[in-house]
């Protein structure tokens, strides 16, 4: 069972490794798609900076995507709800109306917040991963 994860987790991780030097690298380019630099060069700034952050925090959440699903493998789908709901409704969300509403900061801030709620939930799997396997071999 630990190869098996083990695979997951580095092909999940190779993949989101390549699409985050592509978002770091080629920002421009992506952001060209969607805004013109020329006409919304605020926005593309902003844009770009975002990007930078989402290229790390995606390769947290392939993370707990790969934990998630090891979870629901194990039967444990309970519990990955409660984390999901947790790590977003509990942490991130208030965290977030926060830094927007009271501290009045921007959305780089905000990006930021989610990364930490995002890494708090899936170190949470991990945790919650270790904890069942160790009860496996246990019973074995």
Known sequence: INKIIL?????????????????IFKTHAIISIFLSASKYP????????ILHIIAFIQLIDSARFVFNGV???LHDVKYALINTFFTFIIISLPI?????????QGLIIVW???????????????IRFKFLHNKLLKVK
């Not at 605020?42 to 900076?49: A, D």
């Not at 977030?96 to 009045?104: C, G, H, N, P, S």
């Open 112 to 126: 930021l917040a989610d990364g930490f709620a995002i890494t708090i939930g899936t170190l949470s799997l991990l």
């Open 71 to 73: 979870l629901k493998g």
């Open 7 to 23: 695979i997951a987790y580095l092909e999940s991780l190779i993949l989101m490794s390549i699409l985050s030097i592509i978002f």
């Open 42 to 49: 605020t926005m593309f700034k902003l844009s770009s900076q």
């Open 96 to 104: 977030i109306i926060i830094l927007i509403f009271v501290l009045k």
